[in-house]
């Protein structure tokens, strides 16, 4: 339990950091930073989620963008 009170990702869904990510840096964006096709190619939530939980690679870099981009952001304010 400790190890999780300092956890940015505790808590959040999966759609809920892909939504952050596309309100905070949009499709375009998230596609130079992490250049897979869902992101590059008619991009939407449903289909990055279906192949973000396919992909385990693909889905921590999500996160640590996450947590560099969103997290930080949000902790600043």
């Known amino acids: 339990m400790e190890e999780q009170l300092n956890n940015p990702l505790h808590g959040k869904t999966l759609e809920s950091i892909l939504n952050e990510l596309v309100e905070q ?9 992490v250049p897979i096709n869902c992101f590059l190619k008619d991009p939407s939530v449903k289909s990055s989620l ?21 997290y930080q952001f949000l902790k600043k304010k």
């Not at 840096?25 to 930073?33: C, K, P, V």
Request: aromatic fraction near 14%; proline fraction near 3%; hydrophobic fraction near 45%.
């Open 25 to 33: 840096l949009g499709w375009e964006r998230m596609g130079d930073l």
């Open 50 to 70: 279906k192949f973000l939980r396919k992909t385990p690679w693909a889905r921590a870099k999500v996160e640590k963008l996450y947590i560099e981009r969103v």
